[in-house]
């Protein structure tokens, strides 16, 4: 199964955005499905874990303003960004992780920019 994460762009402070998450197969395949984030000059940061049965675990900082969803049908999962401030600039890769081997199979990243 692959991932291929879409949505991202340019967005003024206080805007919204929708990434999607779409799978080549069937999204059951992972037991976690996670929202990662990397900025300019900064590591990797996770954002939201979400599990099979779609409950979720979000950053601190992103409470209150992110949420994900998953559909199974469409095999895609999403990650809606509300009220978006600059320091949520950055790349953002969906990721799918299986257990108990952890295997981890990435998405490419979408660009998302946050002008102040």
């Known amino acids: 199964v692959q991932l291929q994460a879409s949505g991202g762009g340019l967005v003024q402070s206080g805007g919204s955005l929708r990434l999607s998450c779409a799978a080549s197969g069937s999204i059951r395949t992972f037991d976690l499905l996670r929202w990662y984030r990397q900025a300019p000059g900064k590591q990797r940061e996770l954002v939201v874990i979400?599990?099979?049965?779609?409950?979720?675990d979000y950053k601190d900082s992103v409470k209150g303003r992110f949420t994900a969803s998953r559909d199974n049908a469409k095999n895609t999962v999403y990650l809606q960004m509300n009220n978006l401030k600059s320091d949520d600039t950055g790349v953002y890769y969906c990721?799918?992780?299986?257990?108990?081997?952890?295997?981890?199979?990435w998405g490419q990243g979408t660009q998302v920019t946050v002008s102040s």
């Open positions: 990721n799918g992780l299986t257990l108990p081997s952890y295997d981890e199979i």
């Open positions: 979400m599990n099979i049965n779609g409950g979720t």
